[in-house]
């Protein structure tokens, strides 16, 4: 009995609540609540249309300061790099735009970009470690002192395809050729005939989402191989906007490679040949805006036409 008195009071109260509330509205207080709602639907207009105009301001400084970018690169690129050659390996996810832009920007320098290697999935998955590493013992016997007995499959296969990329020695750079046969290829790459001197690696925007792990996740083992085979004159290009980009996680390591963010932009293109002389010359610096940078953009060397 006590609780069904307790259920009605509560009932009674609500009906009393919703009457009060049907009275009010519709008497003295209906005129201001209408102003009030009135006054700040205006005013959350208002601060809508100031943000939209605000943004397009944004967009605009963006596309300005982008277009001066450019400009200013085409006045001090051209001769920075000419008789250099150059090797650009891009990795699963990587936009063709994204490697256009660099190809683009590395001729306007005056380089020449000898090879193009894309890795596939099968460098990185699970379902192919078992070929990795089959492959990887093989090929350490080629590549005697360059790898130690100690480092992991990914960095022994990264250091052979550096080192068949960039060595003049015929034997060493079949090694890109022992990638990319087989049944499980693990590049997509044509004979080295013209071997380069600088190596630019592509690396793609993280693809995580909230609450999922990676299709594909490559680990830092490659670039640490890449950069064993060329220490200086290489050069890491990405997205180290997110803390889960692959370049990002490379910063924060504080592995002694160079590295250039926000990929794709007109900043990060025209960043690109500075940062591989840099990195050349014994200077490696996170170059950009994005987590973990060190320094807004490399040193811009004085153009050499004859290359030297």
Same mark, same amino acid.
């Given at each position: 009995m +006590?609780?069904? !008195?307790?259920h009605l009071v509560s009932l009674m109260a609500v009906l009393v609540a919703l009457t009060m509330g049907v009275v009010l509205g519709a008497g003295p207080l209906q005129g201001k609540i209408s102003d009030t $709602?009135?006054?700040q639907v205006t005013a959350l207009s208002k601060q809508q249309a100031e943000l939209r105009e605000a943004n397009e301001d944004l967009v605009k400084q963006a596309n300005n300061s982008n277009e001066y970018i450019g400009v200013l690169? !085409? @006045?001090?690129t051209p001769g920075t790099m000419t008789g250099k @050659?150059? &090797?650009v390996v891009r990795m699963p996810g990587v936009t063709d735009e994204a490697v256009n832009g660099i190809n683009g920007q590395l001729k306007i320098a005056g380089a020449a970009v000898t090879n193009s290697v894309t890795l596939k999935d099968s460098w990185f998955n699970e379902d192919s470690q078992s070929y990795r590493d089959n492959l990887a013992?093989? $090929?350490a016997s080629k590549l005697g002192d360059k790898v130690d007995a100690k480092v992991s499959s990914q960095q022994v296969l990264a250091t052979a395809l550096g080192t068949g990329l960039t060595s003049t020695d015929k034997e060493m750079q079949s090694l890109v050729t022992n990638l990319s046969a087989g049944d499980t290829p693990l590049v997509s790459a044509s004979a080295v005939t013209d071997p380069a001197q600088l190596i630019v690696v592509v690396t793609p925007v993280s693809n995580e989402k909230e609450g999922q792990a990676p299709v594909l996740k490559p680990d830092l083992e490659f670039v640490k191989? +890449?950069?064993l085979a060329l220490p200086k004159g290489t050069a890491v290009v990405g997205s180290a906007k997110n803390e889960g980009d692959y370049l990002a996680q490379i910063r924060a390591e504080k592995l002694e490679m160079t590295t250039?963010? &926000?990929i794709g932009s007109v900043m990060s293109n025209v960043s690109t040949p500075f940062a591989l $002389? &840099?990195?050349e010359a014994g200077n490696n610096q996170a170059y950009g805006t994005e987590h973990y940078a060190t320094q807004l953009i490399p040193p811009i060397p004085q153009a050499s036409p004859e290359g030297q």
């Open positions: +006590i609780d069904f !008195r307790y $709602l009135s006054g690169a !085409r @006045k001090v @050659k150059v &090797a013992s093989t $090929l191989g +890449i950069n250039v963010d &926000a $002389l &840099a990195d």
